[in-house]
């Protein structure tokens, strides 16, 4: 089966560390890149980060760049971001999301898991 | 990385069509054919309804179609049917190796 599956949500204080994953199946995960997106209680969807399907290329968005890191384990089938110096403001659901085609035609998702949801809170 | 402009509703009763629009700029929506729209009902996950400005994945209704004129795409539904009640989004490449979304839009099925 075809799929996605994030974890590793949860409520974390301001200024403190975490690592979402996203395990992938039913595809050859190694051939595609992957996105992080991400969706404030509420509000519209937000790119975070995207990795190539050899991890060689990352990118960011302003408001993650230097706190986040994107990452992935080819051998486990799994995408990672390390979320460090967290902020009230990064609360929100977290999604993974798969590039649509194989190799660098990633700028459009055509597979997204369910997500997971973050709240940065005292 | 500013987001694209999305009106934040749109209507139609059964049977019409109704279009969405997505303004950009010459560094995103204007310059690149990489405009995708997403679909999302509530508490579901974003599905793509359109990707390189007017191409339908397979499983997409011909229902849906989308086109882009300068900064400015537009996603038509036509047909309109219940369950095209939802979110849409559009996105686009950005300058600089970045992915930029509009702000939604709410479809509402009359």
């Known amino acids: 089966q075809v799929q996605l599956v994030e974890s590793g949500g949860g409520v974390v204080q301001p200024g403190r560390s975490l690592r979402l994953s996203c395990a992938a199946s039913?595809?050859?995960?190694?051939?595609?890149?992957m996105h992080w997106v991400r969706q404030a209680p509420g509000k519209g969807l937000e790119w975070v980060s995207l990795?190539?399907?050899?991890?060689?290329?990352?990118y960011y968005a302003d408001s993650v760049k230097g706190r986040f890191t994107i990452s992935r384990d080819n051998s486990k089938n799994t995408l990672f971001v390390q979320m460090n110096s967290l902020r009230a403001e990064d609360t929100a659901v977290y999604y993974c999301?798969?590039?649509?085609?194989?190799?660098?035609?990633?700028?459009?998702?055509?597979?997204w898991g369910q997500g997971t949801l973050l709240t940065v809170s005292s | 990385q500013s987001a694209l402009t999305q009106p934040p509703s749109a209507s139609g009763s059964p049977g019409q069509s109704v279009t969405i629009s997505c303004t950009g700029t010459?560094?995103?929506?204007?310059?690149?054919?990489?405009v995708s729209w997403y679909q999302q009902h509530p508490g579901d996950a974003p599905k793509l309804m359109i990707y390189?400005?007017?191409n339908r994945p397979s499983g997409v209704p011909d229902r849906f179609s989308a086109s882009k004129s300068g900064n400015t795409a537009s996603l038509t539904v036509s047909g309109l049917q219940a369950e095209d009640e939802a979110d849409y989004y559009c996105?686009?490449?950005?300058?600089?190796?970045?992915?930029?979304f509009g702000g939604g839009t709410k479809l509402t099925v009359l």
């Open positions: 999301a798969r590039g649509k085609g194989q190799y660098y035609d990633f700028w459009s998702s055509s597979l």
């Open positions: 039913g595809f050859t995960f190694s051939t595609y890149g």
């Open positions: 990795i190539s399907h050899d991890g060689s290329n990352k």
């Open positions: 010459s560094s995103d929506v204007g310059g690149y054919n990489s």
């Open positions: 390189d400005v007017s």
């Open positions: 996105s686009s490449y950005a300058a600089s190796n970045n992915v930029v």
